[in-house]
């Protein structure tokens, strides 16, 4: 499955450039993500978890940057991961390429997404790209809160990871396909 996204932070490129490339700086900002480890060639270990109903899923993976350009401003990055139990995985490609814009930066993610096991069952009309949206929303909105707290304001604790709540993640997308549905109308 193919990911075109895109937002907006309002800050200068080079201050987003060096957050996301600092993976260690950024993955709070995702739900559900968690960094463990780094390894000796620059991979980062780590977990993802998502929680359906009563049911909560725990990705192992590996995230790599394998190509940096700063003077582009674009990133490559892989991840791979497998569910703990054995019921799937996913694999991904992210491409991410920034420009300045009025006011700040715009980042263009570009991902080729694979995934096996129970959550391909929503990539069924749409619903993953739906999610993904959502989490990106989100993800930015973090960023922008990170990059923006005032000099000298000391660094907050950093966030426990909290798991992706798949119900209510599900819903507040179905709610948001009704709402463009109407509009239509």
């Known amino acids: 499955m193919k990911l075109e996204q895109s937002f907006e932070i309002a800050a200068p490129v080079e201050t987003v450039w060096e957050a996301l490339i600092d993976i260690e700086f950024v993955a709070p900002c995702l739900p559900g ?21 009563p049911t909560t899923a725990i990705y192992n993976g590996v995230l790599r940057i394998e190509d940096a350009d700063h003077t582009t401003h674009t990133a490559t990055l892989h991840a791979r991961g497998t569910d703990k139990r054995g019921q799937g995985g996913a694999t991904a490609t992210i491409v991410n390429s920034m420009s300045a814009v009025d006011g700040g930066t715009r980042v263009d993610a570009n991902t080729d997404l694979t995934i096996t096991g129970r959550l391909a069952r929503f990539g069924r009309g749409g619903m993953i790209e739906d999610i993904a949206n959502r989490m990106l929303r989100d993800f930015a909105s973090c960023l922008q809160d ?10 907050a604790p950093a966030p426990q990871a909290v798991p992706v709540r798949g119900v209510s993640l599900f819903f507040s997308v179905l709610l948001e396909r009704l709402r463009r549905l109407f509009r239509r109308r």
């Open 33 to 53: 993500a968690e960094v463990s480890g780094r390894d000796d060639d620059g991979s980062y270990r780590g977990t993802f978890t998502v929680k359906l109903g």
């Open 146 to 155: 990170k990059l923006t707290q005032p000099a000298g304001t000391p660094d």
